[in-house]
Every structure is written in C-alpha cells, then in structure tokens.
Nanobody, 126 residues
Framework: QVQLVESGGGLVQAGGSLRLSCAAS?????MGWFRQVPGKEREFVAA????????AYADSVKGRFTISTDNAKNTVTLQMNSLLPEDTVIYYC??????????????????????WGQGTQVTVSS
C-alpha cells in the first residue's frame, strides 16, 4: 500500500514559479503528476521512473516543468516555472509500483497508476 501526500500548491502570477512535492510511503515507485479540470479527463503532466533515469513530459509543459525524485526521502517534486493562466487546475501525484511496459506511453496513461494523492490546487493569475 502506497500513501501519497502532496504539498506546494497555491496562487502565483503568470510567469512565476511553484514547486509541488509528493511524499510517498510504502517504497519506491514510478511516479507521475497529472492535472484535472472538473468535468474533464485527467491530463498527464510529467512522470519519472522509480530509478529516476527516465522522465516524460506533456508537450504543454516541456521546457517549463521539471520532475525529480529523492529516493532517500521517497519524495517526488514538480518544479513549475513560467506558469501560465491555463496551468490553473488541480494537480495530482500518482504512483505505480509497476508499469505494463517501459514505453513512454505507459508513463502517460493514468490507468497505469494505482495510487493517487488528494490533489493540490494551483492558480495562476493573469
């Protein structure tokens, strides 16, 4: 059983930065960040393998967001720079003890992740 606790959301002006953190209990996992507008499907943001060797990003955040992991602390961080108003949404941390494959697409599918955090709100004002 993996439990995830997110922190770091908040309000920031466009162009600013926020750092989201997710503390995981229960061992090292492949980790992902997703975001979801109420009433819409959960959208992939970024993912990192359990070893930290593989990362994946959505095109909409590539070059602005960076995902990293500290396995000693069982924490995954999403550094978000150059934030845009359209980044305003609830962000969720997710963990997958194993993936169906090592392909890039596997990291991007929310169905691959068995454990989810409670979500943290990010609001970017224009």
């Amino acid at each position: 059983q993996v439990q995830l606790v997110e922190s770091g959301g908040g309000l920031v002006q466009a162009g600013g930065s926020l750092r989201l953190s997710c503390a995981a209990s229960g061992g090292t996992s492949n980790m992902g960040w997703f975001r979801q507008v109420p009433g819409k499907e959960r959208e992939f943001v970024a993912a990192i393998s359990a070893s930290g060797a593989i990362t994946a990003y959505a095109d909409s955040v590539k070059g602005r967001f960076t995902i990293s992991t500290d396995n000693a602390k069982n924490t995954v961080t999403l550094q978000m720079n150059s934030l845009l108003p359209e980044d305003t949404v609830i962000y969720y941390c997710a963990a997958a003890l194993s993936l169906s494959s090592g392909s890039d697409s596997a990291y991007r599918r929310p169905t691959q992740y068995s454990y989810w955090g409670q979500g943290t709100q990010v609001t970017v004002s224009s």
